[in-house]
């Protein structure tokens, strides 16, 4: 399997360090999304795959090529990678239209071959007939769409995108993300897409790397890092909605015994997980592991303590010794009227829940 293998370590000054490691895959229509907050470190390790910034230590390697390798004094500049680069602001050329735009990287070609990619790409970006307009006419779904087309007008061989839709209103972003996918899947390019948004990564990703304070915390496949995150800081980037604190009262290969407020659950052990009986621990509970049922159809029973209207949902804050969040869908809210100081019946999915060790 061919991968853009990552491993670098870039400085600003003496309080900022980036640290990277990762191998993108890198075959086909595949994307790895690097989540964290603003000033995680995410675009410095982009602009270091596109050549924009050079590490002071590391290597960068897709395949069997070779862009950088400071032991051995390598670098290949970005015109030599061919990578597509889609920046947040786009930075379309403002005196150039849109066909002008979409052939800027296409000047060593035929003209015929420059004129036949860029028919290709105003017909998948569906920008036919606004060749003519420049970028101030245009609307932020076009722009965007347009910025697109010039990035992979030269067939790059990996496409780089900086929060592409962090600029754009929230129904807009969601159309957009699935236009963008079902266009990017039919090209067959690996994309490397950073964000700090949780829901953009559910949606368009199937790698995903977690970074923090300038180090990548976790890598993996999207599934396996938001179900078991690797750490307290991994858990609260990915959005888990509960993080309660549990005592461990017993290990097995594959099982743990802890002591969750009232409760006592036997929940899977994560591999490596070494925990003495008493130690503390941190439990994942997603909002969707906790499930109210009417009082009389569970053992266990919860307090309500709020009630929030979030639309299609009610979000609750209920407590069993510990407080929890959880979710009800409409139909099912209508059917239990939660309130505060209602008591209601509680069952957990311990199978979905995941220990970190405390920190």
């Not at 965007?144 to 972003?173: C, I, K, M, Y």
């Not at 970074?211 to 890598?219: L, R």
């Amino acid at each position: 399997m061919t991968t853009l293998a990552i491993d670098i370590h870039k400085s600003f000054g003496p309080q900022v360090h980036i640290r990277g490691k990762l191998d993108v895959p890198a075959d086909g229509y595949q994307v790895t999304a690097l989540l964290g907050a603003s000033g995680s470190g995410k675009t410095t390790i982009l602009r270091c795959v596109a050549g924009l910034e050079v590490p002071e230590q590391g290597t960068l390697r897709l395949g069997e090529e070779t862009w950088l390798d400071t032991a051995a004094g390598k670098w290949v500049p970005p015109q030599r990678r061919r990578v597509g680069l889609v920046f947040q602001d786009y930075a379309l050329f403002p005196h150039l239209n849109v066909e002008r735009n979409i052939a800027f990287g296409l000047h060593r070609l035929a003209k015929e071959e420059r004129r036949r990619r860029v028919q290709a790409m105003l017909e998948l970006f569906d920008l036919a007939g606004l060749e003519d307009r420049y970028p101030h006419q245009l609307s932020g779904g076009q722009q965007q769409r347009v910025a697109l087309a010039r990035a992979l007008a030269p067939n790059p061989r990996v496409l780089l995108l900086d929060e592409p839709l962090s600029s754009l209103d929230a129904p807009l972003r969601a159309r957009l993300r699935r236009e963008m996918t079902a266009r990017l899947a039919r090209l067959q390019i690996p994309v490397l897409w950073v964000t700090h948004d949780r829901q953009e990564v559910l949606e368009v990703a199937q790698h995903v790397a977690v970074m923090d304070q300038g180090e990548v915390q976790q890598w993996g496949p999207k599934d396996e890092v938001f179900l078991r995150p690797a750490n307290l800081r991994v858990a609260r980037i990915v959005g888990v909605e509960n993080l309660p604190r549990a005592e461990v009262l017993g290990l097995k290969q594959d099982r743990v015994q802890v002591q969750l407020g009232r409760l006592r659950l036997h929940v899977p052990r994560p591999p490596g997980l070494e925990a003495s009986p008493g130690q503390r621990v941190h439990l994942c509970v997603p909002a969707g592991a906790v499930e109210l049922v009417p009082q009389g159809q569970s053992p266990h029973t919860v307090r309500v303590l709020e009630v929030q209207n979030r639309g299609p949902w009610l979000w609750l804050r209920v407590e069993l010794g510990v407080e929890l969040e959880c979710q009800l869908p409409r139909h099912r809210a209508a059917a239990l009227s939660p309130a505060p100081g209602m008591e209601l019946g509680l069952q957990l999915a311990a199978e979905q829940m995941h220990v970190i060790a405390q920190e």
